[in-house]
């Protein structure tokens, strides 16, 4: 191969790398400009169904946290159709969710343990007789929340 075909091939593929590079960074700063900022999660339209008609069979699932969240969604759906979910599904392109329910409506929240316990928090509250959404949710955004304690 030729010494100006080889350039000519580096530069093309620098030229690509840029281009891509280019990609992440505009698609990380859409990201985190649509992701809310303040500690509080932002109001979710309730739309659609708020039963558990939709939800995924927790028997699909050989983890047994997996078969709990979903299970769990199962009995507070309607609950979980009014929180907010801080893996921030509601803003991103591909998944879109309009509130916490529609994450157990695939096989999203089986892989996500901000979903789970989201989920988790959700029931226990709801089976301690807590039934004010908003305190439901205060509790998520102190463990899932921007101002969370990271561990």
Not at 26 to 35: E, G, K, S
Not at 108 to 123: D, L, V
């Amino acid at each position: 191969m030729s010494r100006t075909n080889t350039q000519s091939r580096t530069s093309w593929v620098t030229l690509i790398w840029c281009a891509a590079m280019a990609i992440v960074i505009a698609t990380a700063l859409v990201v985190l400009n649509t992701r809310p900022h303040s500690g509080r999660a932002p109001a979710v339209k309730v739309t659609g169904r708020s039963d558990a008609a939709a939800v995924i069979d927790a028997a699909q699932f050989k983890d047994p946290r997996q078969q709990h969240a979903y299970g769990v969604a199962h009995q507070v759906s309607a609950v979980l159709n009014h929180l907010y979910c801080w893996c921030h599904c509601h803003e991103s392109d591909i998944f879109h969710h309009r509130s916490l329910l529609e994450c157990f409506e695939s096989d999203h929240a089986s892989g996500c343990s901000i979903c789970m316990g989201s989920a988790e928090i959700a029931f226990t509250m709801t089976k301690q007789g807590v039934t004010d959404i908003k305190k439901i949710q205060a509790a998520i955004d102190a463990r899932f929340g921007p101002d969370a304690p990271r561990t």
